[in-house]
């Protein structure tokens, strides 16, 4: 990684994977999604066993380097290892962002964090950028796991890594997570579950640039 | 790992851990387990995150070093080298065994096999032990992952590495996994679920020595 202020440009438009779609075609979304503008993909599948994650793996891997986009493990820092990703991203309950550095050197490490206690606890730990959220409401998170808008400003004020908002990002509200201090906004359904993923990513990577 | 031989005596009762207890409680049964006799432990929880793995891996590696047993994990090379397991096992739909080699080195790694084929092609790509079975029915297994004992009598003629049984095997039929070869029985409810699972193993240890 060149610089801090790069990675901030390179985490801009942030896709995150789910298991909804067979790995077939969730390549062809990402291809489309990188072709819109995606900066980084993130593979995020926990109902995969560890043969096809390599496999994805690999994929994802394939797509980001011919885009010149980074490309990130969730969790499985094994995963991460054997398809040459960019790093990993850790939650709360995934392997802890300093057993990660082990095994993964100066690869990119990730980090969720919903309280600005979590996100000073992953910076002293050695993230090298932070997941919050849930900034909006979405299906897959209850309320104790929101922060929502003013706990993402309180976060960015505090700290210096570079910040990715997720939870609920779509184009009607991606203008208030960059006015809250975001660097990036991290996407699932919004770019997924699009008709057209490149044109959902066009749309969002406007706001970003 | 000093020898073959000496591999093949340390599989001789092989546990394999499962999601039904807390983390407190399989602690507990684990360590009555290899006051019992158990020589090998697997760590195999389909359901905890990377965080717990990492806590139940550390507290597993304690137990078996103070028993002079092994510690290995299922399918998470990462959790494996974080917790100075001494290999992992895969299955067929798990990382491979190629894969898991580059970044085990010289660790253990075991590979579950149904088929005379799957067994040849895990010794081929370097397999240290091949985990056999169902041997018989299981909850857990579907008439399409049994080899049952004709199965495993096949393969154990065939191949030169060490082979442990599993599926199944409980007090009254190991002498027959015995029987067709194997150097080692693999259980889970036969230990686990046992009244008492310390002389569950003393009873088990009986067939193996
Ligand atoms: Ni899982």
């Given at each position: 990684m060149a610089s801090i202020r790069d990675l901030r440009k390179r985490l801009a438009l942030y896709l995150v994977?789910?298991?909804?779609?067979?790995?077939?075609?969730?390549?062809?979304?990402?291809?489309?999604?990188?072709?819109?503008?995606?900066?980084?993909?993130?593979?995020?599948?926990?109902?995969?066993?560890?043969?096809?994650?390599?496999?994805?793996?690999?994929?994802?891997?394939?797509?980001?380097?011919?885009?010149?986009?980074?490309?990130?493990?969730?969790?499985?820092?094994?995963?991460?290892?054997?398809?040459?990703?960019?790093?990993?991203?850790?939650?709360?309950?995934?392997?802890?962002?300093?057993?990660?550095?082990?095994?993964?050197?100066?690869?990119?490490?990730?980090?969720?964090?919903?309280?600005?206690?979590?996100?000073?606890?992953?910076?002293?730990?050695?993230?090298?950028?932070?997941?919050?959220?849930?900034v909006f409401p979405t299906r897959s998170k209850s309320d104790a796991d929101m922060c929502g808008i003013d706990g993402l400003a309180a976060i960015t004020q505090y700290v210096s890594s570079p910040v990715v908002g997720i939870g609920g990002i779509a184009l009607n509200n991606v203008k208030s997570v960059l006015e809250a201090g975001a660097d990036g906004v991290a996407v699932v359904s919004a770019i997924l579950h699009a008709e057209d993923p490149r044109r959902a990513s066009v749309e969002l990577k406007q706001f970003l640039t």
């Open positions: 994977t789910d298991d909804k779609s067979s790995p077939e075609q969730l390549l062809t979304t990402v291809r489309s999604a990188l072709e819109g503008g995606v900066t980084t993909v993130q593979l995020r599948r926990k109902h995969d066993d560890g043969r096809r994650l390599v496999e994805l793996g690999h994929g994802i891997r394939e797509l980001t380097k011919s885009f010149g986009a980074l490309y990130i493990v969730n969790d499985r820092v094994d995963i991460a290892l054997l398809t040459q990703a960019d790093g990993v991203h850790v939650g709360q309950s995934d392997i802890s962002c300093r057993d990660a550095r082990r095994l993964l050197g100066d690869k990119l490490i990730g980090v969720s964090t919903c309280t600005l206690e979590e996100a000073k606890t992953a910076e002293r730990d050695g993230a090298d950028y932070l997941g919050v959220g849930a």
